[in-house]
């Protein structure tokens, strides 16, 4: 990578000719309805059988939506790279995501995104990673950028320390025309450490037969001509108006003409397989893969395209990051702060301090109640654990686990109570412990605290950790009125953003 494109090794430029390759992926951000996922890259049988077919479509990339990182991936990633087939992969899966209706950057979060990291990064054959797709899809959620943004900070930063290769981090976003200029700028400015190495785009404007004028993506080129890193298109493939089959790729023609090819760096097809949202190129059936109609058209596209280059001696960037855009009423993101690395020895260590925490056998499902209950009655308690993006203040322990969060709620609202008796009951959902935190624990604690009021000013109600944010509107499932940003706790899964 070398300003907004890519090149090989050897100086030739380098332009995305993907295939989004995994089953049950649904497009443009959208959710399956369903929690679990196939990784693509641990079914071997399915790789033997499927890379042929993406060499015949010129395939040098595929991107994939969730792996397993506890699976092996070997002789996949094998078979790909034989094939001069390239992979970027999303680092979420559906249970663990940024969810844009309660965005959260937590411990599980990022021992997720770091062990996706950790299962492919000793394959020569990957390109990067995507930190969130879609997860901000419209002005109503902006604020879940800010958390999507820290994992590409803390993804980037655990790459760094990993390996001396280069990896990417970037971010997949629809095109939403109230946001789509202050995202790109969001996740562009800054300290570069921070901001996305890669844009990419999931964009369905081009329908059928249109042109480079007609389908908008004239105005696309326009706008990105002047980012500062590399954009390709992470999803295109309108299925409109004659469904997969009738699709004809006039827009892939377009993507590696000279309209585009100074500013675009390639595209990624949605997608291989023939699901019931009807975008596939191929139908497996029985274990065989049957082409349909769009996969010899866009074959026939794919040979015929050839994009112009430059070499990299010949390239001088000269593209800078943009500005941080200003908080407003379709932005609610400062540029100045991002919620904090999780560290979860640190949550460890502020949960062993405690003296009022919840009972062994509480249920995550029972976690709502008291979240809300505490946070009603006495919001203060809940200063440690709360966000607040448009002012980027964040509270210390924001980013620990939930049961984590619970412990220090519970515990400064038995503290606010003066200690008093019954004031950590809860009808047996909580407990009294003997604290246990050893004096480089405290020490911990101490420096974690004075280094987050001397970065985003204290507060004088809640031990420095952040200044009383107001909670979320509440709202009520079944019978319990619970604050939304436990719906995760709560198992419903309501709003989760899947892949």
Not at 64 to 70: E, K, R, S, V
Not at 398 to 410: A, E, P, R
Not at 436 to 453: F, K
Not at 476 to 482: M, N, R
């Amino acid at each position: 990578l070398q300003g907004s494109k890519f090149f090989y090794e050897n100086g030739t430029q380098f332009f995305m000719k993907g295939v989004a390759y995994q089953q049950d992926s649904a497009a443009s951000g959208q959710s399956t309805g369903s929690s679990k996922y196939n990784d693509p890259l641990a079914d071997a049988a399915s790789c033997r059988r499927d890379v042929p077919l993406l060499k015949q479509l010129r395939t040098n990339t595929i991107r994939t939506y969730a792996i397993d990182p506890t699976k092996n991936h070997d002789e996949c990633m094998k078979l790909l790279d034989d094939a001069g087939i390239y992979v970027i992969s999303d680092l979420s899966e559906p249970n663990l995501s940024v969810n844009r209706d309660d965005p959260k950057w937590d411990v599980d979060l990022l021992k997720r995104y770091t062990d996706v990291v950790d299962a492919l990064i000793g394959y020569s054959n990957v390109i990067g990673f995507f930190a969130g797709n879609e997860v901000t899809n419209n002005a109503s959620n902006t604020d879940a950028s800010a958390y999507v943004k820290a994992a590409v900070r803390d993804t980037k930063n655990h790459i760094k320390t990993t390996t001396k290769r280069w990896l990417g981090v970037g971010y997949a976003a629809n095109d939403d025309a109230d946001i789509r200029e202050n995202i790109a700028h969001y996740f562009n400015c800054g300290n570069q450490s921070e901001a996305i190495d890669y844009w990419g785009y999931n964009i369905y404007e081009w329908c059928g037969k249109n042109t480079f004028k007609g389908s908008g993506y004239d105005k696309q080129v326009e706008f990105f001509k002047t980012y500062s890193v590399p954009v390709f298109f992470a999803e295109y493939g309108c299925n409109l108006p004659n469904g997969a089959e009738g699709r004809i790729w006039e827009e892939t023609t377009a993507l590696y003409s000279d309209d585009m090819t100074g500013v675009i760096n390639g595209g990624i097809v949605y997608m291989y397989h023939q699901e019931e949202n009807d975008y596939g190129l191929v139908e497996v059936k029985g274990g065989t893969a049957s082409k349909l109609k769009d996969f010899d058209t866009l074959s026939t596209r794919m040979a015929s395209v050839r994009p112009s280059s430059t070499s990299m001696d010949a390239y001088q960037p000269t593209n800078s990051p943009a500005a941080c855009p200003t908080v407003n009423s379709k932005w609610a993101v400062t540029g100045d702060r991002l919620p904090p690395t999780p560290n979860n020895d640190l949550c460890e260590c502020m949960y062993k301090s405690l003296s009022c925490v919840p009972s062994d056998d509480l249920k995550a499902t029972d976690f709502g109640k008291i979240f809300n209950y505490v946070c009603d009655q006495t919001p203060q308690a809940c200063d440690g654990i709360n966000g607040n993006t448009t002012s980027g203040e964040y509270g210390l322990f924001s980013m620990c686990g939930d049961k984590q969060k619970l412990g220090y709620i519970l515990n400064e609202y038995y503290n606010l109570q003066n200690q008093a008796s019954g004031a950590c009951e809860f009808k047996g959902q909580a407990k009294i412990q003997a604290a246990s935190a050893d004096d480089g624990c405290q020490a911990s604690l101490a420096e974690a605290s004075s280094a987050a009021t001397n970065t985003q000013g204290g507060s004088e109600t809640s031990k420095n950790v952040a200044v009383p944010i107001p909670m979320k509107n509440l709202f009520t499932i079944g019978d319990l009125a619970i604050g939304a940003y436990v719906v995760v706790a709560m198992g419903v899964g309501a709003g989760m953003v899947l892949l």
